[in-house]
């Protein structure tokens, strides 16, 4: 018998959020919409389970996850009604896990220790823990990798911090026998994936792109956190979409440049390619993208938790290649879009070592 997946998250901000909310709403649909895949070996999206939860907000830190998810800051929108989940928000190490402008906001700040991270996922019999931290949380990222090793739990590191395309923590985690999943998860339908498939389009019909820039304004804590930390996630959505172009090189400004307090949960995304096609013909792309941010990683998320716990069944350690060359903007190996899917199609399968 399968038996559930047991999920850790660090960090309860927006994206935790829609995560949570992501599995009430696949307990109560027969057939989600927005998965990729409803099936992923045995796995459904209802076998995921919430078990541990970590924080260092004092709002969030000692409430149930049910409550913490809608707390301040957080504003992502309420689609369903998760009730109590019987999952206490502990105290996780602070470390660089908030940016000093803004740590008014989480006064008093409540902080945990690695050595409680690894309690509570080994008594909560954790498999995998997925990293939701700010962007720029390197230390506190690296700490909450180290507890999974210490409590035998798989790692996604949904967050630009460099983990999963580290030769350390490669090597860690396949000597570990621990499956290792990142960096920088890619939405469902973000700017980056739609940047990127536009890029490898234009590739692909012989047109030589000349120049493009992605400016993105949002609403939530994260896009806040940004506006002080950008530098990690301009570099890894800049290098996702050059890479789609197989060589070719061009000019590429992509940056989150604005916080909108009003815009809440949306992020909206204005994007330009200037290029050449025949005969040296001018060619001009302009795309307008807006979306509810958090909920754009959640179908993703569930897709990547279940193929994690595949891969677990299957006792293969270290960095995830097909799953994250699919899932993540900057993973160990880059691939076009199609390639990834089809890698991780037969990995699934069984077609694919990793």
Same mark, same amino acid.
């Given at each position: 018998?399968?038996?559930?997946?047991?999920?850790?998250?660090?960090?309860?901000?927006?994206?935790?959020?829609?995560?949570?909310?992501?599995?009430?709403?696949? &307990?109560?649909?027969?057939?989600?919409?927005?998965?990729?895949?409803?099936?992923?070996?045995?796995?459904?999206?209802?076998?995921?389970?919430?078990?541990?939860?970590?924080?260092? $907000?004092?709002? #969030?830190?000692?409430?149930?996850?049910?409550? !913490?998810?809608?707390?301040?800051?957080?504003?992502?929108?309420?689609?369903?009604?998760?009730?109590?989940?019987?999952?206490?928000?502990?105290?996780?190490?602070?470390? $660089?896990?908030?940016?000093?402008?803004?740590?008014?906001?989480?006064?008093?700040?409540?902080?945990?220790?690695?050595?409680?991270?690894?309690?509570?996922?080994?008594?909560?019999?954790?498999?995998?823990?997925?990293?939701?931290?700010?962007?720029?949380?390197?230390?506190?990222?690296?700490?909450? !990798?180290?507890?999974?090793?210490?409590?035998?739990?798989?790692?996604?590191?949904?967050?630009?911090?460099?983990?999963?395309?580290?030769?350390?923590?490669?090597?860690?985690?396949?000597?570990?026998?621990?499956?290792?999943?990142?960096?920088?998860?890619?939405?469902?339908?973000?700017?980056?994936?739609?940047?990127?498939?536009?890029?490898?389009?234009?590739?692909?019909?012989?047109?030589?792109?000349?120049?493009?820039?992605?400016?993105?304004?949002?609403?939530?804590?994260?896009?806040?956190?940004?506006?002080?930390?950008?530098?990690? #996630?301009?570099?890894?959505?800049?290098?996702?979409?050059?890479?789609? !172009?197989?060589?070719?090189?061009?000019? !590429?400004?992509?940056?989150?440049?604005?916080?909108?307090?009003?815009?809440?949960?949306?992020?909206?995304?204005?994007?330009?390619?200037?290029?050449?096609?025949?005969?040296?013909?001018?060619?001009?792309?302009?795309?307008?993208?807006?979306?509810? $941010?958090?909920?754009?990683?959640?179908?993703?998320?569930?897709?990547?938790?279940?193929?994690?716990?595949?891969?677990?069944?299957?006792?293969?350690?270290?960095?995830?290649?097909?799953?994250?060359?699919?899932?993540? #903007?900057?993973?160990?190996?880059?691939?076009?879009?199609?390639?990834?899917?089809?890698?991780?199609? &037969?990995?699934?399968?069984?077609?694919?070592?990793?």
């Amino acid at each position: 018998m399968k038996s559930s997946i047991r999920v850790a998250v660090a960090g309860v901000g927006n994206t935790a959020s829609a995560f949570v909310q992501g599995l009430k709403y696949c &307990e109560m649909e027969q057939n989600p919409i927005g998965l990729a895949f409803q099936r992923i070996g045995p796995y459904e999206a209802k076998d995921i389970k919430v078990v541990a939860a970590f924080d260092v $907000d004092s709002r #969030k830190v000692g409430k149930d996850l049910g409550e !913490a998810i809608f707390t301040p800051p957080n504003n992502a929108p309420r689609v369903v009604d998760v009730g109590k989940l019987g999952v206490v928000v502990k105290a996780g190490p602070l470390l $660089d896990g908030v940016a000093e402008q803004l740590r008014n906001s989480f006064i008093p700040i409540v902080e945990g220790s690695i050595e409680d991270v690894v309690r509570e996922l080994e008594s909560t019999n954790a498999h995998v823990l997925v990293n939701y931290l700010p962007t720029g949380a390197q230390r506190a990222s690296e700490a909450y !990798a180290e507890a999974a090793l210490r409590s035998r739990v798989a790692f996604v590191n949904a967050m630009p911090s460099v983990i999963a395309t580290s030769k350390v923590w490669q090597s860690r985690f396949e000597e570990a026998r621990l499956p290792l999943a990142g960096d920088d998860v890619q939405n469902q339908l973000g700017a980056t994936v739609l940047h990127k498939t536009l890029v490898r389009l234009l590739a692909l019909r012989g047109v030589r792109i000349e120049g493009t820039y992605q400016l993105n304004v949002g609403g939530t804590p994260d896009f806040l956190n940004l506006m002080y930390r950008k530098g990690q #996630k301009e570099r890894t959505k800049t290098e996702a979409v050059k890479r789609m !172009a197989e060589g070719e090189d061009f000019d !590429a400004y992509i940056s989150p440049v604005a916080y909108i307090g009003f815009l809440g949960s949306r992020k909206i995304a204005h994007m330009l390619i200037e290029a050449r096609g025949f005969a040296n013909v001018p060619i001009r792309i302009r795309v307008d993208l807006e979306v509810y $941010d958090p909920f754009n990683n959640t179908g993703v998320m569930i897709d990547i938790v279940r193929t994690v716990k595949l891969a677990m069944d299957r006792e293969i350690g270290g960095p995830l290649i097909s799953l994250s060359a699919w899932a993540f #903007k900057n993973p160990p190996v880059h691939a076009p879009p199609e390639i990834a899917y089809q890698w991780l199609i &037969e990995f699934i399968e069984g077609g694919r070592d990793r």
